[in-house]
């Protein structure tokens, strides 16, 4: 497959940030402790404690579970989370998502049909 075709089948997967340089932690990971990433991150798997991409978004997959204080500058949330979130720029959770705990971001989107417990904070 040619890195054209590559990254255009990548777009078109909503779950999927785009762009070069994602970490990635597949179905099969799980992680305990703390993750500190510089680029955009996405969590297929478990991951229990600390989560920071202070210049990246976090983007939960559906099926994945997270149980951490999570700080980022941008969070979509597909899978399940437990947790305080600090999102700088803005927080999407998606229909398929299950969230318990806080929000703290300038900008959210809720859609119809996500599960969520907690509080919401916006702040500018």
């Known amino acids: 497959m040619s890195d054209e075709s590559a990254s255009r ?8 940030p785009l762009g070069p340089g994602v970490t990635r932690l597949g179905s099969t990971a799980v992680v305990t402790g ?3 990433a510089h680029e955009d991150m996405l969590i297929e798997g478990r991951v229990v404690g600390k989560i920071i991409v202070p210049s990246g978004t976090l983007t939960i ?3 994945a579970k997270v ?9 979509v949330l597909h899978g399940e989370l437990k947790g305080t ?3 700088g720029e803005k927080t999407v959770i998606s229909e398929t998502a299950e ?17 969520f417990s907690g509080g919401i904070r916006m702040k500018e």
Do not use: F, W, Y
């Open 9 to 16: 089948s990548q777009s078109n997967n909503p779950e999927r």
């Open 34 to 36: 703390d993750i500190e």
């Open 61 to 63: 997959a559906k099926g």
């Open 67 to 75: 149980e951490a204080e999570i700080r980022v500058r941008s969070l």
């Open 85 to 87: 979130v600090r999102a």
């Open 99 to 115: 969230m318990n705990g806080d929000v703290i971001t300038p900008k959210i989107t809720i859609a119809n049909g996500a599960r």
